[in-house]
Structures are given as structure tokens and as C-alpha cells.
């Protein structure tokens, strides 16, 4: 391998690649004790859909990682760094925890 890949990037490749393995695997190892050619065909076109629609769910959580990731590091916005709807937000609080004589 020629680049250093982030470990996200690599642990869903390899399980992508091992579904393909097992894609092709499969088949060959029913074939060999005795499955019909049918069987084998439908199970292997079975483990593609699999496997197809898990890669486009791992893509999309990397996506949604990724974009959670860059909105953490992303400045605050605001005075002083402050987020929220707290009750330090400045003005004159009325009620509440004011004593009554």
C-alpha cells in the first residue's frame, strides 16, 4: 500500500472486501458439495445485494462521521464562545429567585 488511510477508511474497506470474497467464496464452496448451478447463481446475486447495500450504509455513516467531526472543531459562534439558551444570558432576570420581603 502505497498511502496511510485513516483507521475508518480502512476498517470499511476490508469488511467491503471481505464480502466480496465471500461473495465469490460462497458460491464456488456450494458448487463443490453439490448445489445445484441455480442455487449457487441466486445465492451469490443474494450476497452481491447484501453486500452492495451495506457498502452504501458504511459510505453514508463515514459521511455523517466525517461532517460531525468538522462541525466539532468548527469556531463557536457568539460572544465569548457562548452556545446555548442557559440563564447566563445577560439583561435583568425578573422572578424567580428574587427574595420577596
Do not use: I, K
Not at 476490508?14 to 456450494?30: E, I, K, Q, Y
Not at 452481491?48 to 460531525?68: D, K, N, Y
Amino acid at each position: 500500500m502505497s498511502g496511510h488511510r485513516p483507521p475508518s477508511e480502512d476498517s470499511a474497506t476490508d469488511v467491503v472486501r471481505w464480502a466480496v470474497f465471500s461473495c465469490v467464496l460462497v458460491p464456488v464452496v456450494l458448487l463443490w458439495y453439490g448445489t445445484s448451478l441455480a442455487g449457487a447463481a441466486g445465492t451469490a446475486l443474494g450476497l452481491a445485494a447484501v453486500t452492495a447495500v451495506c457498502r452504501v450504509l458504511l459510505r453514508q455513516s463515514e459521511r455523517g462521521a466525517a461532517r460531525l467531526l468538522t462541525e466539532e472543531h468548527a469556531p463557536h459562534r457568539g460572544r465569548r464562545h457562548r452556545t446555548g439558551t442557559g440563564s447566563h444570558r445577560g439583561g435583568r432576570h425578573t422572578g424567580g429567585n428574587s427574595p420577596v420581603a
